[in-house]
Structure formats: C-alpha cells, structure tokens
C-alpha cells in the first residue's frame, strides 16, 4: 500500500501527521513524504519542520495520495507543477484525500467538479469556486475521493479510509493501538457549539496567521 504524503512550506502539521500516524499501521503500507523537491519545509508559523525524502519528479504514482492543508495551500492554488503532480498521482489513485484546505488544491486541480467536499469552516464557501458542494461535515465520500474537515478531522478521514481499504476490525485495532478516544475538555470544536466570544477569538487568530504569510 504506497501512500504519498504533499509537504510544503506553511502547513499544517497535524493536517499530515494525523492520517500519517493511522495510515502508516496498515499492513503493507509505505509511506513517502513529497515536496516540490527534497527537503525540509516549515509548518504555517514556522516552528517546526518536515522533511520531503522526494520530489515531485521522484513520485509519479501512489495507491493513496493525502493532501493536508495550511496557509501554504493560498499560493499553491495556482502553482501549475503543484497541481499536475497532484493530477497525475490522482490519475493512478485508489483514493485521493485531503485534509482540512488541502481540498482546495484537490478543487484547484480539478478533482472535486461535481462533487460534494468539506474543508476548514473559515473557507467552506471556497469550495463553490471549484465546482463543488460544500458540505459542513468531519469527512465527505465521494467514490474514491475522501476530503476531511479542520485538522484534527485528518485523523477521522485516515480511519475511515483503513476500514475501507482493511475493514473495520483493523482499523478499529488501529484506533486503539493509538489511544484515539476523544474526550476534549471543552465542547466549541465545531462553529456550531463553539459561543461567539470564542468564535470571535478563533476568527482573530486565523486573520493574524494569514496576515503573516
């Protein structure tokens, strides 16, 4: 099971890790992280750092590819190398999917015309540019395209994938294998919980990230 993971520079890093610490636990996987170009890259404030072990001219097809999404993906719309390696391993894909705005880059490359898809809620609408539905939900399937809410939803779109690609028991096995048993201390992980103080607050810190990229 060949997966392939984009990096790039302002991502974010859950948005990878997250369904890299569940899809590498299937049987027979192996994972590539793929850039541009070899080498590192740096998450949307620039405190951590990836490593892409491959460039694009290096990984020309994959069995499942992941997108994950950040504030890097805003140029990345209309990068054209970018948007042709996403295609092309798309082309041989038994399942493309996307974390959070990494479904942007799916929409800009063309892969979601007519098809319903979720992102991060403070960029839902985008989705209409590209010819899809936008859907307010954790994970959206649609045939062999899976895209994935905000983040943490990652985790949520890589498990549903196990199951799909192993069945229910293995990835049931991996859920437990990683302690994935959500109890959050506070119930606002979602616009539609979350009080309008905090809404406020969480709409603050994303148009202060995004003013610094």
Known sequence: MDIAILLFERLTALDAI???????RLPGAQVRFVGAERGPVRTE????????D???????SAAILVVPGGF?????IDDAPTLEWIRAIDAGSQWTTSVCTGSLLLGAAGLLQGKAA????????MLSRFGATPVSRRVVEQGKVITAAGVSSGID??????????????????????????????DSGSVTKASESVYKLAVAGLQDADAKR
């Open 18 to 24: 997250g369904p890299y610490e569940v899809l590498q």
């Open 45 to 52: 404030h620039g405190m951590l750092g990836l490593i892409a």
């Open 54 to 60: 491959f460039g694009y001219d290096e990984v020309t």
């Open 72 to 76: 890097g993906t805003r140029p990345l």
């Open 118 to 125: 979720t992102t991060h809620w403070s960029v839902l609408d």
């Open 157 to 186: 779109m890589a498990l549903t994938l196990a199951a799909l690609v192993a069945g229910d028991e293995i990835a049931q096995a991996i859920q437990l294998g990683i302690e994935y048993d959500p109890q959050p201390p506070f």
